[in-house]
């Protein structure tokens, strides 16, 4: 033989790669290196590289990256990357996608590196031909693979339940919690990253478009621009505006950036007549705080504020100082002092621009709608009013997550918040010596995690008992953690819904992983179970598939279990009669096709298609799907009553004819009482039984069904007749044997009436059980289906909330300032963002005139 157990593996390789695809594609993957990586150039200006990070954190808006300004300037050229010699010293691997500390060691000086500088595994290269880098990490150690989870196959409780009982369930088996993601409740990512205007523009055939860092501040500069006020170009110093047709151009002094704890940012320019000004825009908490008292606006800012505050929309203030030049003199040697601190670099410049923030002038409040997707609101009413507990996971800021909570009305006006405070516990590596020493480590880390899962414990508890929950600034890792701490502690059916590649880890995490396939990208929808356009499908997921998914599902099994235990265990009774020879109750061909066509296809159009109220009073009537969560409809209760069921048809279905059959003659003075006749009997009475029993169970009636239960019996007598036709006895006489059988026991009046008694007692109670039940304990979809005409005649009227959100109620100020990210003063500052060329006035007007449609961001 060519392969043997040891010659398979190597022979078989080798044969394979004969071939020459084979061979390519394999050095190819050798070559291909999936890697975080430090950027040293770029086919831009000044090696500045534009990536989208939807695949890392779902934004799909690009973001800025630049190369340190030595390795620009000496590492251009593919040769000269072989001479280059650095040493990089990082952090070891980790898992915060939105940080990074190291240096670079080259040419006798030593480079602050920062995330600024880094791609990152998963990010795509966008607007920029090509780029150089050396490899940080690679593999498992990149970021986002730190922050992947590995891949469970997911079980449900029933189906696990089902492995005692040999057969499987559906997934919708009860679900308790949701966890969602903010970028799923709104087309904009809540989380905003305001550098001001921070944005690149390129000159397409005559036409402005902004690409922008992030949605709002490219709506800002567009709305601007719509106003008459085109940003024209830039250079590392200066500043080219078209205001309202006259082209200005400003010097840029001083940019003083933004970040969380600011939550403003401010410019100094001097003007073309000398004057040195400083703007500054912030959320209006901060910005009211460094007004001069003596602002004519103020008032009525404040009374606009309030107005989009009700409208939950994000606001910024606006303003601006004049500076006399000795001041600014005096000021700026500060401000250079302390931009080339080597120690606390970000407290020295905060405490300068302090300095120069103050007795601000009032311009005015800009509002941006942080426009919901249709029905969010909607459909987290519903989904609470079910008893589905809602969580929100998400990157952002408290208080940003704060404000999109009021406009989904997850939180309203009259929710206590309780807000929790961020405890890290912070252990210190220490190498124990003696043996004493790694007791004591033992005994440490053994309480430390005692205290650990102690504290996840309360934290799942507390959570749980309250109405809502929004986790804030978590990774994708945490997001998954939070996911798996319900899991272990409360036993609880998970379902996780997002549409971002940093949602992946929570949706595999999950018992139900449902995608958002939109702007984000399709990472979340290739690793979920279930995908749609819009958060609002969600609804009628769970309150109408999901809960008629699962009545379908545990009438099928109570049921197959039901006619299985009625089918088989009348072979255990006819055992006591017959000796315990073996011999069957029934023919073999009955054996044979019983499950396969005589009571199969009934239940499965039950399992497919039945439903207790139509889809527009399940959405109505939320309360139906706790039916569900409580396990009410298919447990061992339930089971045990089917085996009981079963047990009691099996024995009325074997007894009564028994009994008839004993000392008996036919009309024809033939006697029907023989084994064969008995076994046709018992056969015609459980296939009707059977069959009028899974009718009861219906409660969507439609032809189909009417046609498949009847359909069923007829099929039954139909192909009987057949087997015990004398013609196929003659070709297959040792396979047919009950020649004759059915149509001679099949004529006789008393074998009829039989059939008739054995059903009769069958069915009768069934029905009389479920008369009573609705009359006097009815349940919730039983009242419901009673009254369905008059909801139905009532949904004519009814009108369902056409708003995104609710407008005019909330007093909370919506704060646009409020992001974990800092903004892109050092990239605007080093004039590296800068396009070689700008489009003429004359077109850039041109274009503004036209209408909007020039001026989309990205």
């Known amino acids: 033989y060519k392969y043997n157990l040891v010659t398979f593996l190597p022979l078989n390789l080798f044969e394979q790669f004969k071939r020459a695809a084979n061979s390519y594609f394999l050095v190819l993957l050798m070559f291909h290196t999936s890697a975080d990586i430090l950027l040293l150039s770029s086919s831009e200006p000044n090696s500045l590289c534009y990536v989208e990070t939807a695949e890392l954190d779902g934004e799909t808006n690009l973001k800025f990256k630049m190369a340190l300004e030595v390795t620009d300037r000496y590492l251009q050229e593919e040769n000269a990357m072989a001479g280059f010699n650095g040493l990089i010293e990082c952090e070891e691997p980790n898992n915060r996608l939105d940080k990074f500390t190291g240096t670079l060691l080259w040419r006798n000086r030593r480079y602050a590196l920062d995330a600024d500088k880094i791609l990152l595994r998963g990010c795509k290269i966008r607007n920029t031909h090509f780029c150089h880098g050396v490899v940080i990490f690679a593999g498992a150690d990149t970021e986002i693979m730190k922050n992947s989870g590995k891949t469970k196959f997911k079980r449900t409780k029933i189906d696990s339940l089902m492995n005692y009982m040999s057969i499987w369930w559906e997934r919708f088996a009860r679900l308790l919690f949701i966890y969602c993601a903010w970028n799923i409740l709104c087309p904009c990512n809540a989380q905003v990253c305001p550098g001001f205007l921070s944005f690149s523009l390129v000159n397409d055939a005559g036409q402005i478009n ?124 500060k401000f250079m002092e302390a931009s080339v601190a080597t120690s606390n670099r970000d407290e020295a410049l905060d405490k300068v621009y302090e300095e120069i923030e103050k007795d601000l002038i009032l311009l005015g409040a800009t509002a941006i709608e942080d426009k919901l997707q249709d029905g969010v609101p909607e459909t987290i009413s519903k989904l609470s009013k079910a008893d589905i507990k809602i969580w929100v996971l998400t990157g952002d800021k408290k208080e940003t997550a704060e404000n999109i909570g009021f406009s989904c009305e997850l939180l309203t006006d009259e929710t206590t918040i309780c807000y929790g405070e961020d ?187 039945d439903q207790d109220v139509s889809d527009k009073l399940s959405l109505r009537f939320p309360r139906l799907y706790v039916l569900g969560q409580k396990d009410l409809l298919f447990n061992y209760k339930k089971f045990f009553r089917s085996l009981l069921h079963g047990a009691i048809t099996s024995l009325v279905i074997f007894f ?11 009309q024809d003075g033939e006697a029907p009482s023989d084994y064969q006749s008995f076994a046709v009997t018992a056969a015609t009475s459980l296939v009707f039984v059977v069959n009028l029993q899974i009718g009861l169970d219906t409660s969507y009636w439609t032809f189909v069904n009417a046609f498949s239960v009847f359909g069923s019996i007829a099929i039954y007598f139909g192909i009987t007749f057949d087997f015990h036709s004398a013609g196929i006895h003659v070709l297959f006489p040792s396979a047919f044997q009950f020649t004759g059988t059915a149509p001679n026991a099949l004529k006789q009046l008393y074998l009829w009436l039989t059939m008739a008694l054995t059903i009769a007692v069958c069915l009768l109670p069934v029905v009389a059980q479920r008369f009573l039940s609705m009359t006097v304990r009815p349940s919730e979809s039983d009242r419901i289906q009673k009254n369905r005409k008059k909801y139905l005649a009532e949904e004519e009227q009814w009108q369902r909330r056409q708003s995104a959100f609710r407008r005019g109620v909330s007093a909370r100020r919506s704060a646009y300032a409020f992001s974990h990210q800092r903004g892109y003063a050092d990239l605007i500052a080093s004039g590296r963002s800068i396009r070689k060329k700008r489009a003429p006035l004359d077109a850039v007007l041109g274009s503004t005139a036209g209408g909007t449609g020039a001026g989309e961001t990205s």
Not at 297 to 306: C, Q, S
Not at 656 to 666: C, E, K, R, S
């Open 210 to 333: 902004y690409q922008a860092a992030s949605p709002d501040e490219g709506a800002l500069v567009t709305a601007a621009r719509n106003f008459g006020y085109v940003f024209l170009s830039r250079t590392q110093n200066t500043i080219t505006i078209s205001e309202m047709g006259t082209e200005r151009t400003y010097d840029v002094l001083a940019i003083l950036d933004f970040n969380s704890d600011r939550k403003r940012m401010s410019v100094i320019v001097r003007e073309s007549n000398g004057n040195i000004r400083l703007y500054c825009k912030g959320a209006d908490t901060v910005i009211f705080e460094r007004l001069h008292p003596r602002n004519l606006k103020r008032e009525e800012t404040e009374e606009a504020l309030d107005v989009f505050a009700s409208e939950t929309l994000r606001t910024l203030c606006l303003c601006y100082r004049d500076i006399s030049h000795d001041e600014f003199e005096a000021w700026n040697k």
């Open 656 to 666: 009564i004819p028994y009994g008839a059959y004993l000392q008996t003659m036919g």
């Open 423 to 609: 405890i890290r516990q912070k252990l210190r590596l220490k190498f124990p010596r003696t043996a004493e020493e790694k007791q004591k480590q033992i005994e440490k880390k053994r309480r430390a995690e005692a205290y650990k899962e102690q504290q996840q414990k309360n934290f799942v508890d507390l959570a749980c008992e309250c109405k809502a929950v929004i986790c804030c600034r978590v990774t994708p890792k945490q997001k998954a953690m939070v996911v798996d701490l319900v899991k272990k502690y409360k036993k609880a059916i998970t379902l996780a819904i997002g549409d971002g590649a940093n949602d992946v880890n929570m949706i595999k995490t999950a018992h139900i992983g449902v995608g958002i396939s939109g702007q984000e990208g399709m990472q979340a929808v290739m690793s979920s179970d279930y995908s749609f356009g819009q958060f609002r499908y969600l609804q009628r997921l769970l309150l109408v598939h999901g809960r008629w998914s699962y009545i379908r599902m545990c009438k099928f099994l109570r049921y197959f279990f039901y006619k299985n235990f009625a089918f088989t265990l009348v072979h255990i009774w006819y055992s006591f009669f017959n000796g315990f020879s073996a011999q069957t109750a029934y023919e073999d061909w009955f054996i044979t096709l019983y499950n396969v066509l005589y009571s199969s296809l009934p239940v499965l159009l039950v399992g497919l298609f």
